[in-house]
């Protein structure tokens, strides 16, 4: 089962934006044909789901989120991208993607964002 690398996260004041990027571990495994999951968990907090990207390069966003961030996919860098704007304290939460119906058990370590003035 193919595991993804998450990075881009670390700690923005109110307002500001960071770029997540996931990779898959395998660089033999290509997204262009997958849809690929966002999920975040802060601490003591219930799991939550951000968003997905799909091949044809379409999305859908948690209401929490919607306007804020989006998502995009490089092909070619067999990445895709999570942009976050206007971020919110509220958004502080290690950060995850994953294969649709992929185990958490099989993802990667996330990375962490926090917001904070």
């Known amino acids: 089962q193919v595991k993804f690398v998450e990075s881009g996260g670390g700690l923005v004041q109110p307002g500001g934006s960071l770029r997540l990027s996931c990779v898959p571990s395998?660089?033999?495994?290509?997204?262009?044909?997958?849809?690929i999951h966002w999920y975040r968990q802060a601490l003591g907090k219930d799991l939550e789901w951000v968003g997905f990207?799909?091949?044809?390069?379409?999305?859908d966003y948690a209401a929490s989120v919607k306007g804020r961030f989006t998502l995009s996919r490089d092909n070619l860098k067999n990445t895709v991208y999570l942009q976050m704007n206007d971020l919110r304290p509220s958004d502080t939460a290690r950060y995850y993607c994953?294969?649709?119906?992929?185990?958490?058990?099989?993802w990667g370590q996330g990375t962490q964002v926090t917001v904070s003035s």
């Open positions: 994953a294969l649709a119906g992929q185990e958490d058990k099989d």
């Open positions: 395998d660089s033999s495994f290509s997204i262009n044909a997958v849809t």
């Open positions: 990207s799909t091949p044809s390069t379409g999305a």
